[in-house]
Antibody, heavy 117, light 110 residues
Framework: QVQLVQSGAEVKKPGASVKVSCTAS????????INWVRQATGQGLEWMGW????????NYVQKFKGRVTMTRDTATSTAYMELNGLRSEDTAVYYC??????????WGKGTAVTVSS | QSVLTQPPSVSAAPGQKVTISCSGS????????VSWYQQLPGTAPKLLIY???KRPSGIPDRFSGSQSGTSATLGITGLQTGDEAVYYC???????????FGTGTQVTVL
């Protein structure tokens, strides 16, 4: 079945970096884009950006430009999201989600990232 | 702050109907298709409606969507306890060059 499997929870210190992976299965990886969405505890959904799985081109929300890097490995059907300069406000669950025409139809279960000294 | 505004909460008795509004602008809802996502407690969001009014395979027809001008609406009929969740609208914002989500609406079954 179509699914996105994300890496496990992370605990990081302020200023550190985190890299979350998202491995796709059940479909042709390069036919869909991968979005990254985060959600702080008790808060709403926040779109961070996406990577075009075919070309590797990216589109980041202005807020995260300079701090986030999205990459993909077509050989392993895996997308990655790396966030640098972590601060406490980055504590959240990070989701990857597949999209075709601007709607996200398959979501990973999420990766909890905690930033704490 | 989200550019898409939803009511914080709606509620109704089992079997009744609820509607959730999503208010935007000409650069988002007035420009592109709207999707709706359901997030059950402790789980990832799930696509409920796309392209304003289409349901993915497996989504019951109790769920419906519509769009008019710069607003969109999600309707849920025959409300069930399993429908208790937070519902988000989402669409592309042409001015921000970003996908945007609504503020989210908690549905409570009384």
């Amino acid at each position: 079945q179509v699914q996105l499997v994300q890496s496990g929870a992370e605990v990081k210190k302020p200023g550190a970096s985190v890299k979350v992976s998202c491995t796709a299965s059940g479909y042709t990886f390069t036919s869909y884009d991968i979005n990254w969405v985060r959600q702080a505890t008790g808060q709403g959904l926040e779109w961070m950006g996406w990577i075009y799985s075919n070309s590797g081109n990216t589109n980041y929300v202005q807020k995260f430009k300079g701090r986030v890097t999205m990459t993909r490995d077509t050989a392993t059907s895996t997308a990655y999201m790396e966030l640098n300069g972590l601060r406490s406000e980055d504590t959240a669950v990070y989701y990857c989600a597949r999209s075709g025409d601007y709607h996200m139809d398959v979501w990973g279960k999420g990766t909890a990232v905690t930033v704490s000294s | 702050q989200s550019v898409l505004t939803q009511p914080p909460s709606v509620s109704a008795a089992p079997g009744q109907k609820v509607t959730i509004s999503c208010s935007g602008s000409s650069s988002n809802i007035g420009h592109d298709y709207v999707s709706w996502y359901q997030q059950l407690p402790g789980t990832a969001p799930k696509l409920l409606i796309y392209d304003n009014n289409k349901r993915p395979s497996g989504i019951p027809d109790r769920f419906s969507g519509s769009q008019s001008g710069t607003s969109a609406t999600l309707g849920i009929t025959g409300l069930q306890t399993g429908d208790e969740a937070v519902y988000y609208c989402g669409t592309w914002d042409n001015s921000l060059s970003s996908y945007v989500f609504g503020t989210g609406t908690q549905v409570t079954v009384l």
